[in-house]
């Protein structure tokens, strides 16, 4: 192949990579800075693989609930279990969300002081919403636990999980309590970690995006 035919390519693939970053700038122009901000640390990347797994468990909700439509409506036979296991289903997902949107660093915010303050105001105002954060999830992470123990122990202290009541009568509140608790204490120590994290950053740092 010629010089001659070798440049006569690079205007076109220098079109082509522009128009990728066109549509790439496009997509992301109404997101926030923060939005593509990087896993803050080794315990947030766990906490994301794990919601991964968990997020299979509405694909199930949805499943089972086909099921009983069909066995209902089809074959004049419904469950009796089908109604609660999705309920405790998508309150599990729903509890896990949180770990995972603070894991990702995209929960909602009011950025409006935030964007209008330089580097080292910046710093201190992440400081400030970790602090915050991690005395919400502690305050929370108690209620959870004397929630939990409630229904998990009856008045004498004894080990009996609450239930219920309906004709199948399984332990759902007690189990859909306990995964509230581990959503709570796991924020908790993820606001510890990200609290540890702003205390070591320098301004410069905290002036590339936003941290939670």
Excluded at 12 to 22: C, F, L, N, Q
Excluded at 145 to 158: D, K
Aim: with cysteine.
């Amino acid at each position: 192949m010629s010089p001659k035919n070798h440049d006569d390519r690079l205007p076109v693939d220098e079109g082509h990579v522009a128009g990728d970053e066109e549509e790439l700038s496009a997509a992301t122009a109404g997101e926030p800075e923060h939005a593509h901000a990087p896993v803050r640390g080794v315990f947030d990347r766990g906490v994301i693989r794990a919601a991964r797994g968990a997020a299979w468990l509405v694909f199930i909700a949805m499943a089972i609930s086909v099921y009983e439509v069909i066995m209902r409506y089809a074959f004049g036979s419904p469950t009796s279990w089908v109604h609660e296991s999705v309920v405790m289903l998508v309150a599990v997902g729903f509890a896990l969300g949180g770990p995972a949107a603070l894991a990702c660093n995209r929960h909602i915010r009011v950025r409006v002081l935030y964007d209008s303050v330089g580097p080292q105001a910046k710093l201190w105002l992440d400081r400030f919403n970790d602090l915050v954060t991690f005395l919400f999830c502690l305050g929370m992470t108690y209620a959870a636990y004397t929630m939990f123990w409630s229904a998990s122990h009856n008045p004498l202290g004894e080990w009996q999980l609450e239930r219920s009541g309906t004709s199948w009568n399984p332990p759902i509140p007690a189990l859909v309590k306990g995964v509230i608790l581990l959503a709570l204490a796991i924020m908790c120590v993820q606001a510890f970690l990200h609290l540890i994290r702003a205390l070591r950053r320098r301004p410069d740092i905290a002036s590339r995006g936003g941290q939670s």
